[in-house]
């Protein structure tokens, strides 16, 4: 089955603890991207990928680090988490530009969420 | 900047009713791609259906049509004969494909009730 997927799913965590969230994805996608959900802010995008060590900041990229090590995987780092990090989070990918007909219309495939808790 | 408006916080239907979801939007980027996601109260965002910029027709997508007015920088979603399932909170969001095409934009959603 064609998916992306996150670990953990849920998370509650202190103040200052590094973590990781993992993502996979196994469609062979070229770009990756992480988003925020906060309530009455939609989603914001952290960071995204175009492909294997490429990567680039999103809107709110403050306190996030990520890589692009091999295709498949976009792990987001919290080097020191704060509570203004607790968040539903969600990693998502998609083709590259170009491919799958109209320009743009390559759909983001979304991940299941990780809720994360800093304390 | 794009921005993506959804005034509606909540809106409730009658089950079997049709219902819209209102989204606008604003671009600079002559081209760009519409999109529509429902995320249930399970969490995941799951695509409904998609409208370029440049599509002479409105999108449909089974039950899901999306009502696009191009002069009036608008994506409505229309839900026809409704569910209980369809119960969910609705994103629109917009993806410039110029300027900002490594971005998909939010709205802060719409979530719908669907009465019995």
């Known amino acids: 089955e064609a998916q992306v997927t996150q670990n953990p799913r849920y998370l509650i965590t202190v103040t200052g603890k590094k973590l990781t969230v993992t993502c996979s994805q196994n469609?062979?996608?070229?770009?990756m991207s992480w988003y925020r959900q906060d309530p009455g802010l939609g989603l914001r995008q952290i960071y995204y990928?175009?492909?294997?060590?490429?990567?680039d900041k999103g809107d709110v990229p403050e306190g996030y680090k990520v890589s692009r090590k091999e295709k498949r995987n976009f792990p987001l780092i919290l080097e020191s988490p704060s509570p203004n990090q607790t968040s539903l989070y969600f990693c998502?990918?998609?083709?590259?530009?170009?491919?799958?007909?109209?320009?743009?219309?390559?759909?983001?495939?979304f991940g299941a969420g990780s809720r994360l808790t800093v304390l | 900047a794009q921005k993506i408006t959804q005034t509606q916080p909540g809106m409730f239907v009658q089950e079997k009713e049709a219902v819209t979801l209102d989204c606008t939007y604003d671009?600079?980027?002559?081209?760009?791609?519409l999109f529509w996601y429902k995320q249930p109260s399970s969490g995941e965002m799951i695509f409904l259906i998609y409208?370029?910029?440049?599509?002479?027709q409105n999108a449909t997508e089974g039950r899901y049509s999306l009502n696009f007015q191009k002069a009036r920088k608008s994506a409505n979603l229309v839900i026809s004969a409704s569910q209980l399932g369809d119960s969910a909170m609705y994103f629109c969001?917009?993806?410039?494909?110029?300027?900002?095409?490594?971005?998909?934009?939010f709205g802060t959603g719409t979530r719908l009730t669907v009465i019995p």
């Open positions: 409208q370029g910029s440049y599509d002479q």
């Open positions: 990928s175009m492909n294997v060590e490429v990567t």
């Open positions: 469609m062979n996608h070229e770009y």
């Open positions: 671009t600079s980027d002559p081209s760009y791609g």
């Open positions: 969001a917009m993806r410039p494909i110029q300027t900002g095409a490594n971005n998909l934009f």
């Open positions: 998502a990918s998609r083709p590259k530009a170009g491919t799958g007909g109209m320009p743009g219309a390559n759909v983001l495939t």
